[in-house]
């Protein structure tokens, strides 16, 4: 079974911080990983998918990184703003792409 | 395009009632699913579909059961539901081993 977590459990940064968000899973066999974005009481928002054959993928101030073979990603966000305040979720996919979910980062970002 | 819908968006059971929550989506994917999540939990796989008329058991399928008899349609059924049920239920949808979208999520409370 996928196991996947993330760490920490909660950070805090000043705005225009850069910051990283780092997400290990347990079996390195799969084809993707996904970034999502959570705000309280809302549903998933889906920031970035990584193939496996990539090894990082951009948008914006957002940039993903896989490393399959040590059971790694990590989310880099650059001069991070108020509105970056959320809770991040990855979730890597097994079999028919059911998605395997950390427990997320919380991230505040003060103004 | 409205992506992946849910309805309803709350609902308050008492224990032992029935009740089906509905997911379609619009973006012609062939695989659907449907996950709750929990404080600490993090999101968890109830049950999906890789087509209209499959469906298969996911990571907590005990208590529930699911029917996809359209393709832009995927059913969440509680035939007896119970406290331990209190969650909140999010379906989504995907290409074959693509990305996931989400929809907004339906918030259940069984008393």
């Known amino acids: 079974k996928q196991e996947v977590t993330q760490i920490p459990a909660a950070l805090s940064v000043p705005e225009g911080e850069n910051l990283v968000l780092n997400c290990s899973f347990t079996?390195?066999?799969?084809?993707?990983l996904q970034w999502f974005r959570q705000d309280p009481g809302k549903g998933l928002t889906s920031l970035l998918l990584?193939?496996?054959?990539?090894r990082e993928q951009t948008s914006g101030r957002l940039n993903a990184s896989l490393d399959k073979s040590s059971g790694r990603s990590t989310l880099y966000i650059a001069a991070s703003q108020p509105g970056d305040s959320a809770t991040y979720l990855c979730?890597?996919?097994?079999?028919?792409?059911?998605?395997?979910f950390g427990t997320g980062t919380r991230l505040t970002v003060i103004p | 395009n409205a992506g992946v819908t849910q309805t309803p968006k709350f609902r308050v059971l008492k224990t032992g009632q029935s009740m089906t929550l509905l997911c379609a989506q619009d973006?012609?994917?062939?695989?659907m699913y449907w996950y709750r999540q929990d404080p600490g939990m993090g999101l968890r796989l109830i049950h999906y579909?890789?087509?209209?008329?499959?469906?298969a058991k996911g990571e907590v399928p005990d208590g529930y059961n699911v029917s996809r008899l359209k393709k832009q349609n995927f059913l969440l059924g509680l035939e007896s539901a119970a406290p331990s049920q209190t969650s909140v239920y999010f379906c989504?949808?995907?290409?074959?081993?693509?990305?996931?979208?989400f929809g907004p999520g339906t918030r259940l409370t069984v008393t």
């Open positions: 079996d390195s066999a799969i084809y993707n």
């Open positions: 979730a890597a996919p097994t079999g028919a792409n059911n998605l395997f």
């Open positions: 973006m012609n994917h062939e695989y």
């Open positions: 579909s890789v087509g209209e008329g499959t469906t």
């Open positions: 990584i193939q496996s054959s990539q």
């Open positions: 989504a949808s995907s290409w074959i081993a693509g990305e996931q979208y």
